[in-house]
Structure formats: C-alpha cells, structure tokens
C-alpha cells in the first residue's frame, strides 16, 4: 500500500515549456486534490475532483489544467510554465469530502 | 469565505518547554472540521488530528493536546516537555468541501 505517490519529484523547466505532474493513490479514494505551497502561504488549492472523470477549480486555477480518467490517477498540467508557476506541488486524497487529506510527498517544480 | 489564522509566524522554545500554537478560524459553515498538520524539514505533510465542529472537548495524545472553542472561532495546539523531532512547521486547516489552510507557524526547538 504505497498511498499517495507524486511524479516527478523534481522538476525544471524553461518559461514557455509543458508538463504534466501525476498523482496516483491506492486507496480507493473519491476525492482528489492539487495544491501548492509558497513560502509564507500555506497550501493553496489550485483544482480538485470528487470522482473519476469530474474536475473543479480551487482558489488559484489559472495556469493550470487537470484530468481525472481513472479514479486511482489525478494529472496537473501546465500548458505554458510560467516562473510564478515555480513551487512545490502536493496531491491529496481523501475517501469522503470532509475526511482526512492523505498527501503525496510533493513535487519541486522551478520555472526559469 | 473561509479563513484559518495563524498569527505565529516563527516560534523558538528552548527543548522541554511548552509551546503553544494558536489557530484562529472563520467560517458561515454550522458542520465543519479542524485539522492540524506538521510539516517537517524532509517536506512531507503529516496528519496529526481531526476534529468535526459539535465536538468540543480536548483532545490529549502523548505530548500532544488540542484545545477547541468554538465560542472564540479557536483550535489551538499544545506540545508539552517540546523536542527537538518537534522541529517543523504546523498548519491548522478548516474544511467543509474544501480545504483552507493557515499559512503555518514554523517552530524551532532548540536543544
């Protein structure tokens, strides 16, 4: 039971450049999140869905693209990275709405 | 809207005082959770509790106590006889549908 894995872990990029960041749970959870963590911010959401194939934004969505096809799988794209796109990235899952977020152990991701 | 306080930016304490973290919070929800998180210098987030709005009474884990009052909007985190391990940062967090974070309270305990 590996929980809530993160690929990659870390990440440069150019400004201009894609990327796709993949969150996978094997916890049979429903709900899955992305967020991001700035230096004095705490976590930021950023998209989130409450089950295989639905999508919703968070509080800081623009930049960013999301896909759930498979429940166990919640993909993070950047289209056009941007350097305040530079953070570190967690993925969460949860069973119920209000249950426990379970996180990945981040991805560090620098735009140049 | 919802908004999660934590007015303690940094806090240093000395290795067996008690440090306290304060965790203020807002929200028009009446059903609602609170959740504290560490964060140590590896990076990776750690659960510590959940605590849902009707239930009020303290909650004591080990070093670890949780004082929740809804009557001043406060879940505020207790670590007794601190250690250096304690070394992190700590966020409170509110969740109804989503969850917000506070922006964390970084505590150093030095030995």
């Known amino acids: 039971n590996a929980g809530v894995t993160q690929t990659p872990k870390f990440r440069v990029l150019k400004t201009g450049q894609s990327m796709t960041l993949l969150c996978a749970q094997d916890m049979n959870h429903e709900y899955m999140y992305w967020y991001r963590q700035d230096p004095g911010m705490g976590l930021r959401l950023i998209h989130y869905s409450v089950g295989e194939g639905t999508t919703a934004k968070g509080e800081v969505p623009d930049g960013y693209n999301v896909s759930r096809l498979k429940k166990q799988n919640f993909l993070l794209g950047l289209e056009s990275a941007a350097p305040s796109q530079t953070s570190v990235y967690f993925c969460?899952?949860?069973?119920?709405?209000?249950?426990?977020?379970?996180f990945g152990p981040g991805t560090r991701l620098t735009v140049l | 809207a919802q908004k999660v306080t934590q007015a303690q930016t940094e806090i240093s304490v000395v290795e067996k005082e008690d440090v306290t973290l304060d965790c203020v919070y807002e929200?028009?929800?009446?059903?609602?959770?609170l959740f504290w998180y560490k964060q140590p210098p590896s990076g990776e987030l750690v659960f510590l509790i959940r605590r849902n709005s009707f239930d009020e009474q303290n909650e004591i884990s080990g070093r670890y106590s949780w004082n929740f009052q809804k009557s001043t909007s406060s879940f505020n985190f207790t670590i007794t006889a601190s250690q250096v391990v304690d070394s992190a940062v700590y966020f409170c967090?509110?969740?109804?549908?989503?969850?917000?974070f506070g922006s964390g309270t970084q505590l150093t305990v030095l030995p």
């Open positions: 929200t028009r929800d009446t059903t609602y959770y």
């Open positions: 969460a899952s949860t069973l119920e709405v209000v249950s426990t977020q379970y």
């Open positions: 967090a509110l969740g109804s549908r989503q969850l917000t």
